[in-house]
C-alpha cells in the first residue's frame, strides 16, 4: 500500500495550506497515522498525530498552528497548516502504523507500516 500526499505549495509567510494524504487499499479509520516533514541535510521531523481514537499529538514547533485530522468517508488524512512561516518549508509525509495500534506518536519513521513519497511546502517570508 502506497499512501499518496497532495496539497503541498508555495505561499506565503502566514499563509494556509491543507495537505491530504489518500490510502488506496487501507482504512484510515483503522490505522494511528501521521504528518512527518524533512529538509535536506536534517532529521526527519515529527509534526502530528492521530491515535486510532482520534485523539491528536503535535511537535512543539507547530502546536497551535497545525491541524490533523481524517475523513473516514473520504478515507483521507489531512494536516491544515495555518501561520506558516520558512521555518515550516520541507517535504512533508504522511504514514499509517500497524492495524491495531492504538498510539503512534513515539514511533520513529521506519517503524511505521505505510508511508508516502511526499509533498513539498515550501513558504517565502
Known amino acids: 500500500v502506497q499512501l499518496v500526499e497532495s496539497g503541498g505549495d508555495s505561499v506565503q509567510r502566514g499563509g494556509s495550506l491543507r495537505l491530504s494524504c489518500t490510502a488506496p487499499?487501507?482504512?484510515?479509520?483503522?490505522?494511528?497515522m501521521g504528518w512527518f516533514r524533512q529538509v535536506p541535510g536534517k532529521e526527519r521531523e515529527r509534526v502530528a498525530f492521530?491515535?486510532?481514537?482520534?485523539?491528536?499529538n503535535y511537535g512543539d514547533s507547530v502546536k497551535g498552528r497545525f491541524t490533523i485530522s481524517r475523513d473516514n468517508a473520504k478515507n483521507t488524512l489531512y494536516l491544515q497548516m495555518n501561520s506558516l512561516s520558512p521555518e515550516d518549508t520541507a517535504m512533508y509525509y504522511c504514514?499509517?502504523?500497524?492495524?491495531?495500534?492504538?498510539?503512534?506518536?513515539?514511533?520513529?519513521?521506519?517503524?511505521?507500516?505505510?508511508r508516502g513519497q511526499g509533498t513539498q511546502v515550501t513558504v517565502s517570508s
Open positions: 487499499g487501507l482504512f484510515v479509520s483503522s490505522h494511528c
Open positions: 492521530i491515535d486510532r481514537y482520534d485523539s491528536t
Open positions: 504514514a499509517a502504523a500497524a492495524v491495531g495500534l492504538v498510539t503512534c506518536h513515539s514511533l520513529s519513521w521506519y517503524s511505521f507500516d505505510y
